[in-house]
Every structure is written in structure tokens, then in C-alpha cells.
């Protein structure tokens, strides 16, 4: 049986401490009567703990006009974030690549690089991106002791309490213990987090894009690639937001009796509107004689991309158009079965089969068509650009995230 953990004042300084930091990052810029209104808390209790943070250099007062603040017959200085005071490493390992970020408090990008990965061996994957992590730390004038935060994130599904994957079928990885793993190899001084990289992309958001949410109280994000996830995050208008779940919607089955799946099912989604699905269905295609257009935009013997798709279906290609639409319309259903289920504010969507404005068009038309009307939702649908680093700087987001909980420790 668990108990809550009962409160002294040590502890109380701490709680606080957190909130007033957390405060100052989410809403900033704030005053500190705003953020005692905020918090319930005393102006003295914040006035006091704002001081020890612009001590520590971990907040600033900006160079702005002074507020009137009529509340306590005084002027008021705003407050932020010093973006440089820490600095954090997002890490993703999707097997196929790796891609790392370093950034500052931010999220803004101080370095980055990406590598193909030299083969399915876990091993030889986390040997090759923690050598990535070392190369660009040295190319960014970094080293792994000016770093205060990793953040490491896989596709399947994450225990982020262990630090560890505990399935990625796939790749057939299995109790992966990759924060052990880790910190052996680069012997960290700093806090290693470990997260699913959809989950990260989703902690990106909730940081680093907050205008593009509007301020929304709950959303999903939805990641297209070689699966499918789409985590959900509550209680964003608190600033602070919970994760529920991976999201492994991918494996919902769509088509009874349809595709096999890596996961072992047939029909699932992942195995229809997945980007591996999708080449694979346009290479089965190619083999028969098929989609002569794509075969021409395709370098000789080589697998198609799904650059090469977009290009085939843009260009006419009928074979490729069909392969395309039945994935677009099973995830559109996908999609409406999640928001008829989960009703978030808003769902950002992120994926290459994206990029097509044809293929936005058309998902959007079969999710509104499946929609629930009676619950009167109204999800505002965001798509997202694909970025090569939006994993690794999500993952970085999770690294933040948690040391905000203990930065003014």
C-alpha cells in the first residue's frame, strides 16, 4: 500500500521552489504578484524565492518599463527564464537513424546531428548515437560536463520510472535497460531521462510550442513514421500538463483479417497507414510491374522514399495514388475514433505523408465525416512539419521538463 508523503518545511521550500520556477517558464513574461496569485502563495514567499533564483542565474528580470502594480503600491519587474543558463542533450535511436540535439533552457538548438544506423543490432545502435552525442558536443564547443540534462527517447514502449524499453517488436528489442546503458558509456554526471519518442514530440509541444496550441487545456499529438502513436496531454492550462500513456494507437485493428503486423495482429493500423507499410505496399507494386511512374523517379534497385511517393502521387501514378488514399482514409478513421473517444482541444499531426497538401485535405474530410456530432467536440486538427530533430528536441523538452522539478532544489 502507497501513502502520500506527509510535509515539513524543507519539503514545503522545495514544492514551491518548483511551482515558482515552473511558474516563471510557462508564463513568462510574469510579474511576481501574478504568479503569487497564480500559486496562492504569500508576495513575500515569492519575492523571496524569485531572489534566489536571479542569484542562482536561473531567472532574470527584463529590461522593460516597470508595471504600475496597484495591488501593493509598488513598481513590478518582469520575469523569465535565462534561456543559457542550462543546457540539455535530446537524443532519438529509431533504429533505422539517430538524430541528436544540444539545447538551452528553450529549446533552441545550440548543435545537432543525424546518422543512419549501421545495422538492427541494439548494441551497435546506442554504440553509434552516443558517439554522435560526443561529436556534436565537441563541434558545439560543449562537453558532457557542461550538460545538465539527457533525454533519451525510442519507438514501442517506454518505462520511463526504470529508464528502460521494454518492447519495440520491430526490432525484436526487449527489456532494453537503455538509462544503465547510457550512463555507462558516457559516464553522465547529469540526470538521464528515458521516454517513447512520440510521448517526447508531445513534451516539445507542451514546452516549446505552446502559441501553436493556443493555450489549449488538453491535446493529442499524433506521430506518423514507421509506427504510429498519439499520446494525450491533460491539464495543460495548469502550465504544467500529464502524459497518459505511449498512445500505441498503431496497433488498433482496422481491417480484420487485413496486413500482418509487426506486433504479430493483422489489420492493424500500423500495418495500413504506417510510412514501412506504405513503401512496402508501393515496392509489392514496383515487383509486380506496377507504378510505372515511381519506378522512374526511383534511383535503380533502390527502396523508394517516401519523398519518392509523394513525388509518384503528385505526378498521377494510379498504383501508388490507391496504395496512398486507403492509408489516408483508414488513419482518417483511426483519427475520428480517437477524438470520439479521447475529445482533446486540438491534435497536432505529424508526418511525411503530410507534406501532401491533397493528403491533408482528404484525411480531414473522412475524420469530420466520422465524427461524433452529439458530443459537440470541436477539435481544432494542427498539422505539423516533419523535422529530422523533432524527436531529439522533444526529447530534450523531457529532460527539462523533469529538471524543472528540481532546479531550485
Same mark, same amino acid.
Given at each position: 500500500?502507497?501513502?502520500e508523503?506527509?510535509?515539513?518545511?524543507p519539503?514545503?521550500?522545495?514544492?514551491?521552489q518548483?511551482?515558482?520556477?515552473?511558474?516563471?517558464?510557462?508564463?513568462?513574461?510574469?510579474t511576481?504578484?501574478? /504568479?503569487?496569485k497564480?500559486?496562492?502563495?504569500t508576495?513575500?514567499t515569492?519575492t523571496?524565492n524569485?531572489?534566489?533564483?536571479?542569484?542562482?542565474?536561473? +531567472?532574470?528580470?527584463?529590461?522593460?518599463?516597470?508595471?504600475?502594480?496597484h495591488?501593493?503600491g509598488?513598481?513590478?519587474?518582469?520575469?523569465?527564464?535565462?534561456?543559457d543558463a542550462?543546457?540539455?542533450?535530446? +537524443?532519438?535511436?529509431?533504429?533505422?537513424e539517430?538524430?541528436?540535439c544540444?539545447?538551452?533552457?528553450?529549446?533552441?538548438?545550440?548543435?545537432?546531428?543525424?546518422?543512419?544506423?549501421p545495422?538492427?543490432?541494439?548494441?551497435?545502435?546506442?554504440?553509434?548515437?552516443?558517439a554522435?552525442?560526443?561529436?556534436m558536443?565537441a563541434d558545439?564547443?560543449?562537453?558532457?560536463?557542461d550538460?545538465?540534462?539527457?533525454?533519451?527517447?525510442?519507438?514501442?514502449l517506454?518505462?520511463?520510472?526504470?529508464g528502460?524499453?521494454?518492447?519495440?517488436?520491430?526490432?525484436?528489442?526487449?527489456?532494453?535497460?537503455?538509462?544503465r546503458d547510457?550512463?555507462?558509456?558516457? !559516464?553522465?554526471r547529469?540526470?538521464?531521462?528515458? !521516454?517513447?519518442?512520440?510521448?517526447?514530440?508531445?513534451?516539445?509541444?507542451?514546452?516549446?510550442?505552446? !502559441?501553436?496550441?493556443?493555450?489549449?487545456?488538453?491535446?493529442?499529438?499524433?506521430?506518423?513514421?514507421?509506427g /504510429?502513436?498519439?499520446?494525450?496531454?491533460?491539464n495543460?492550462?495548469?502550465?504544467?500538463?500529464?502524459?497518459?500513456?505511449?498512445g500505441e494507437?498503431?496497433?488498433?485493428?482496422?481491417?480484420?483479417?487485413?496486413?500482418?503486423?509487426?506486433c504479430?495482429?493483422?489489420?492493424?493500423?500500423?500495418?495500413i497507414?504506417?510510412?514501412?507499410? /506504405?513503401?512496402?505496399?508501393?515496392?509489392?507494386?514496383l515487383?509486380?510491374?506496377?507504378?510505372?511512374?515511381?519506378?522512374?523517379?526511383?534511383?535503380m534497385?533502390?527502396?523508394p522514399t517516401?519523398?519518392?511517393?509523394?513525388?509518384?502521387q503528385?505526378?498521377?501514378?494510379?498504383?501508388?495514388y490507391?496504395?496512398?488514399?486507403?492509408?489516408?482514409?483508414?488513419?482518417?478513421?483511426?483519427?475520428?475514433? /480517437?477524438?470520439?473517444f479521447?475529445?482533446p482541444h486540438a491534435?497536432?499531426?505529424?508526418?511525411?505523408?503530410?507534406r501532401?497538401?491533397?493528403?491533408?485535405?482528404?484525411?480531414?474530410?473522412?475524420?469530420?465525416r466520422n465524427i461524433?456530432?452529439?458530443?459537440?467536440?470541436?477539435t481544432?486538427?494542427?498539422f505539423? !512539419?516533419?523535422?529530422?530533430?523533432?524527436?531529439?528536441?522533444?526529447?530534450?523538452?523531457?529532460?527539462?521538463f523533469?529538471?524543472?522539478?528540481?532546479?531550485?532544489?
Amino acid at each position: 500500500m502507497q501513502f502520500e508523503q506527509g510535509n515539513n518545511l524543507p519539503r514545503v521550500k522545495v514544492t514551491n521552489q518548483s511551482s515558482i520556477l515552473r511558474m516563471v517558464y510557462h508564463c513568462a513574461p510574469i510579474t511576481r504578484a501574478d /504568479i503569487a496569485k497564480r500559486l496562492d502563495l504569500t508576495l513575500p514567499t515569492i519575492t523571496t524565492n524569485i531572489s534566489a533564483m536571479i542569484s542562482a542565474g536561473l +531567472v532574470q528580470e527584463l529590461d522593460s518599463p516597470e508595471l504600475a502594480d496597484h495591488r501593493h503600491g509598488r513598481r513590478s519587474r518582469l520575469l523569465d527564464i535565462v534561456p543559457d543558463a542550462r543546457h540539455f542533450v535530446g +537524443v532519438e535511436m529509431r533504429g533505422s537513424e539517430s538524430a541528436v540535439c544540444l539545447t538551452d533552457y528553450r529549446g533552441q538548438m545550440l548543435g545537432s546531428r543525424s546518422s543512419p544506423a549501421p545495422s538492427r543490432d541494439y548494441e551497435e545502435n546506442l554504440d553509434m548515437t552516443c558517439a554522435l552525442i560526443q561529436e556534436m558536443l565537441a563541434d558545439s564547443r560543449f562537453t558532457l560536463d557542461d550538460v545538465d540534462g539527457l533525454g533519451f527517447c525510442v519507438p514501442g514502449l517506454v518505462d520511463g520510472r526504470a529508464g528502460m524499453l521494454k518492447v519495440r517488436p520491430s526490432y525484436n528489442w526487449y527489456d532494453k535497460p537503455i538509462l544503465r546503458d547510457v550512463g555507462r558509456r558516457l !559516464e553522465l554526471r547529469c540526470p538521464i531521462t528515458v !521516454e517513447n519518442n512520440t510521448c517526447a514530440r508531445a513534451y516539445g509541444a507542451s514546452l516549446f510550442q505552446r !502559441e501553436l496550441l493556443n493555450n489549449v487545456p488538453t491535446f493529442a499529438y499524433l506521430f506518423i513514421h514507421a509506427g /504510429i502513436a498519439c499520446p494525450l496531454i491533460l491539464n495543460l492550462s495548469s502550465a504544467f500538463g500529464s502524459i497518459v500513456g505511449a498512445g500505441e494507437v498503431g496497433h488498433m485493428v482496422m481491417e480484420p483479417n487485413g496486413p500482418q503486423c509487426t506486433c504479430g495482429n493483422h489489420g492493424c493500423l500500423e500495418a495500413i497507414s504506417s510510412d514501412r507499410a /506504405i513503401i512496402a505496399r508501393c515496392m509489392d507494386a514496383l515487383a509486380r510491374g506496377g507504378a510505372s511512374i515511381l519506378r522512374s523517379l526511383c534511383p535503380m534497385g533502390e527502396e523508394p522514399t517516401m519523398a519518392h511517393i509523394l513525388d509518384a502521387q503528385r505526378a498521377g501514378d494510379p498504383d501508388v495514388y490507391l496504395i496512398v488514399e486507403r492509408a489516408v482514409y483508414t488513419l482518417g478513421l483511426a483519427i475520428a475514433n /480517437i477524438d470520439n473517444f479521447t475529445c482533446p482541444h486540438a491534435m497536432l499531426i505529424e508526418g511525411e505523408l503530410f507534406r501532401s497538401d491533397d493528403n491533408r485535405r482528404q484525411l480531414l474530410d473522412v475524420v469530420h465525416r466520422n465524427i461524433c456530432k452529439v458530443t459537440g467536440a470541436n477539435t481544432n486538427f494542427v498539422f505539423v !512539419e516533419p523535422d529530422e530533430f523533432s524527436g531529439a528536441r522533444g526529447a530534450a523538452a523531457v529532460a527539462i521538463f523533469h529538471d524543472l522539478q528540481s532546479a531550485a532544489e
